[in-house]
């Protein structure tokens, strides 16, 4: 059976839930973490002789270790493993929307750029060359309108050419840069990872080095059963405060930083200035 396991992942708002409605037969259930539940869907779809295994994931804004929402997210997908991420991104604040997307990337699993509201986008007036900025990023890009329905065909299709071609190819993802510093500390950690085996642990290997080089506590947990533990961390805390000297602030917001300047550049290649009229009486 072709059957495609598909998660939803974006911003709260973004149009999700709109697009998973498309699916006949959803239901609810709930999920839980750490024993906070969050709001989880499943549903299936066929669409061209396949069998489309929907989740609408919770929304976040970013991939942190702060709210049971992030953190479901990050275990759903190293667990769960969907075999493609459809990343629902609001068109109309495509900014803001796409800092979830620099960190989705680096989970290395096979991914669609749903850029939903577009007819939002297309109200504004404003010029946007997202294949250009998809051809950037790696990541095909669909415009979609998740309330109408347009779009989602061609979605669905992508997801289907993407999930053929991987399974021949994987593509090498785009490696979000984060400047001189942060990826010395990246690469100095990656040797220290070298012969740690993280397939088990689901995670990939940059992901694994930047979370630790930004503290984040979940990814700690998880790799503290390593024989190697100990030295890991304190490698870790070493790049930390090497990061700190040079960079002038904490490692996690050099990192934030760095990823917001990435979809700065990105955007103003792409996308066109916000259009402001003026009414004026004379
Ligand atoms: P979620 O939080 O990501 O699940 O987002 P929802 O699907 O609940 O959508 C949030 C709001 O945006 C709802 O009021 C939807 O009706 C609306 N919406 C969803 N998709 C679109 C779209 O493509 N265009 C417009 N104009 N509104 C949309
Ligand atoms: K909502
Ligand atoms: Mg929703």
Same mark, same amino acid.
Request: proline share 5%; hydrophobic share 35%.
């Given at each position: 059976?072709?059957?495609?396991?598909?998660?939803?992942?974006?911003?709260?708002?973004?149009?999700?839930?709109?697009?998973?409605?498309?699916?006949?037969?959803?239901?609810?259930?709930?999920?839980?973490?750490?024993?906070?539940?969050?709001?989880?869907?499943?549903?299936?779809?066929?669409?061209?002789?396949?069998?489309?295994?929907?989740?609408?994931?919770?929304?976040?804004?970013?991939?942190?270790?702060?709210?049971?929402?992030?953190?479901?997210?990050?275990?759903? #997908?190293?667990?769960?493993?969907?075999?493609?991420?459809?990343?629902?991104?609001?068109?109309?604040?495509?900014?803001?929307?796409?800092?979830?997307?620099?960190?989705?990337?680096?989970?290395?699993?096979?991914?669609?750029?749903?850029?939903?509201?577009?007819?939002?986008?297309?109200?504004?007036?404003?010029?946007?060359?997202? %294949? %250009?900025?998809?051809?950037?990023?790696?990541?095909?890009?669909?415009?979609?309108?998740?309330?109408?329905?347009?779009?989602?065909?061609?979605?669905?299709?992508?997801? #289907?050419?993407?999930?053929?071609?991987?399974?021949?190819?994987?593509?090498?993802?785009?490696?979000?840069?984060?400047?001189?510093?942060?990826?010395?500390?990246?690469?100095?950690?990656?040797?220290?990872?070298?012969?740690?085996?993280?397939?088990?642990?689901?995670?990939?290997?940059?992901?694994?080095?930047?979370?630790?080089?930004?503290?984040? %506590?979940?990814?700690?947990?998880?790799?503290?059963?390593?024989?190697?533990?100990?030295?890991?961390?304190?490698?870790?805390?070493?790049?930390?405060?090497?990061?700190?000297?040079?960079?002038?602030?904490?490692?996690?917001?050099?990192?934030?930083?760095?990823?917001?300047?990435?979809?700065?550049?990105?955007?103003?290649?792409?996308?066109?200035?916000?259009?402001?009229?003026?009414?004026?009486?004379?």
């Amino acid at each position: 059976p072709k059957t495609i396991h598909v998660a939803l992942v974006g911003n709260p708002n973004a149009g999700k839930t709109s697009i998973f409605n498309l699916a006949s037969g959803s239901h609810e259930h709930v999920g839980n973490y750490g024993g906070v539940t969050v709001d989880l869907k499943e549903g299936t779809l066929k669409h061209k002789g396949y069998t489309f295994r929907l989740i609408d994931l919770p929304g976040t804004y970013s991939l942190s270790a702060y709210s049971p929402e992030e953190l479901y997210v990050r275990k759903y #997908i190293f667990e769960e493993k969907p075999d493609v991420i459809i990343n629902v991104v609001s068109a109309s604040a495509v900014e803001r929307n796409l800092y979830l997307t620099t960190e989705l990337i680096e989970l290395e699993t096979p991914m669609v750029v749903a850029l939903n509201m577009f007819d939002e986008l297309e109200k504004s007036g404003r010029k946007f060359d997202y %294949k %250009k900025l998809s051809a950037m990023l790696n990541v095909p890009m669909i415009p979609t309108v998740g309330t109408k329905g347009v779009g989602i065909p061609q979605l669905l299709e992508a997801v #289907i050419d993407l999930h053929q071609s991987e399974k021949n190819v994987p593509r090498e993802s785009v490696k979000v840069p984060y400047g001189r510093v942060l990826e010395k500390s990246i690469g100095v950690m990656e040797r220290e990872l070298q012969e740690v085996d993280l397939e088990q642990l689901h995670m990939p290997k940059r992901y694994t080095c930047v979370k630790l080089l930004e503290g984040d %506590k979940d990814v700690e947990q998880a790799i503290a059963d390593l024989p190697k533990y100990a030295g890991i961390v304190s490698r870790r805390d070493k790049e930390r405060s090497y990061i700190e000297k040079l960079l002038k602030e904490d490692p996690e917001s050099a990192f934030t930083n760095a990823r917001y300047g990435f979809i700065a550049g990105a955007l103003k290649e792409t996308l066109g200035a916000r259009i402001h009229f003026s009414l004026t009486t004379t």
